[in-house]
């Protein structure tokens, strides 16, 4: 999986399609990422002794294949690619061939 925590992703199918925002979460295992203020689900949460009971909005997660790497420097998402820097791999963009971290 080439989208890491803290990666700015653009969602290119779905209901949220064209929105951008950070990854809050990458799950390889799974092959999901939660992004901030996207797929946004509801969840009721009964009322406990020490809380009251209210309705909670949260990202729920979306697939991989779904988002893209948002390139802020072109202001638009790519593709990554790995490139040998020494004994290093590092990711790099493969529209504008320059490293991404």
Same mark, same amino acid.
């Not at 979460?25 to 799974?30: G, L, V, Y």
């Not at 420097?73 to 990554?80: E, Q, R, V, Y």
């Given at each position: 999986? +080439?989208?890491?925590?803290?990666?700015?992703?653009?969602?290119?199918?779905? @209901?949220? @399609? /064209? @929105?951008? /925002? @950070?990854?809050?979460?990458?799950? !390889?295992?799974?092959?999901?990422?939660?992004?901030?203020?996207?797929?946004?689900?509801?969840?009721?949460?009964?009322?406990?002794?020490?809380?009251?009971? %209210?309705?909670?909005?949260?990202?729920? !997660?979306?697939?991989?294949?779904?988002?893209?790497?948002?390139?802020?420097?072109?202001?638009?998402?790519?593709?990554?690619?790995?490139?040998?820097?020494?004994?290093?791999?590092? +990711?790099?963009? +493969?529209?504008? /061939?320059? %490293?991404?971290?």
């Amino acid at each position: 999986m +080439r989208i890491k925590k803290d990666d700015t992703v653009m969602v290119i199918a779905g @209901k949220d @399609k /064209g @929105k951008t /925002g @950070k990854v809050l979460k990458a799950m !390889p295992k799974e092959n999901k990422v939660i992004v901030e203020g996207v797929n946004i689900q509801t969840k009721h949460q009964k009322q406990t002794q020490t809380s009251v009971a %209210e309705i909670k909005h949260q990202p729920g !997660p979306i697939d991989v294949s779904n988002v893209m790497y948002y390139d802020s420097k072109t202001k638009a998402p790519t593709k990554i690619g790995y490139k040998i820097v020494g004994n290093d791999k590092v +990711r790099v963009s +493969r529209k504008t /061939g320059q %490293e991404i971290d």
